[in-house]
């Protein structure tokens, strides 16, 4: 079955720019999505089909999705950004919804 | 206001079985697809199940398949996920969530399913 790997963590200062990517095998071939889950709280999607974002969702948040990795690309973190980001496709060969296994993004 | 509101997790023991359900409303339930997402204490995200709009067509992850039976009520509103020969391992927070193209666009809250002897 297909998979999505991603870092277990990622740390970035307040006002830089965070990358968390999402590695898969020719993963450019599918849609990506993303989704913020902050502590005790059910998780929010943040980006969909790559890089389209949902309303609400800060412009800051943004997506690409190129050969084997996609990359959730967050400018001018915030304090609040700090939670477990996961990535999402479809695989059609399965018919499964395959996830990845989480990034925690901690703000120093 | 779309809202999903799961109810029905508990405690049991395994080998047991348990009925989850979800309340939908605030959109239109029969056009869209819908999933349940489960996450296990301190991990991460793992599908379960979809069931596509009509009740045609369902999916299950391989972990669940042949225990769990998910089903829904168009005229009800509602989504729900029959749980049999339940494991330590089906430990979780059970999410249910509208899919609107391949993609979770809303979720609910979640309801906690605890097996253990």
């Known amino acids: 079955s297909y998979v999505l790997t991603q870092p277990p963590s990622v740390s970035v200062a307040p006002g830089k720019t965070a990358r968390i990517t999402c590695g898969g095998d020719?993963?450019?071939?599918?849609?990506v999505h993303w989704y913020q889950q902050k502590a005790g709280q059910a998780p929010v999607l943040v980006i969909y089909y790559n890089r389209d974002r949902p309303s609400g969702i800060p412009v800051r948040f943004s997506g690409s999705n190129s050969g084997n990795t996609a990359t959730l690309t967050i400018s001018r973190v915030e304090a609040g950004d700090e939670a477990d980001f996961y990535c999402?496709?479809?695989?059609?060969?399965?018919?499964?919804?395959?996830f990845g296994g989480g990034t925690k993004l901690t703000v120093l | 206001e779309v809202q999903l509101v799961e109810s029905g997790g508990d405690l049991l023991q395994p080998g047991g079985s348990l009925r989850l359900s979800c309340a939908a409303s605030g959109f239109t339930f029969d056009s869209y697809t819908m999933i349940w997402v489960r996450q296990a204490p301190g991990k991460g995200l793992e599908w379960v199940s979809s069931i596509t709009s009509t009740g045609f067509t369902i999916y299950y992850a391989d972990s669940v398949k042949g225990r769990f039976t998910i089903s829904r009520d168009n005229a009800k509103n509602s989504l729900y996920l029959q749980m049999n020969s339940l494991r330590a391992e089906d430990t979780a927070v059970y999410y249910c969530?509208?899919?609107?193209?391949?993609?979770?666009?809303?979720w609910g809250q979640g309801t906690l399913v605890t097996v253990s002897s």
């Open positions: 999402q496709v479809w695989d059609s060969s399965s018919d499964h919804v395959v």
């Open positions: 020719n993963i450019a071939s599918k849609s």
């Open positions: 969530v509208r899919d609107s193209g391949d993609y979770g666009d809303f």
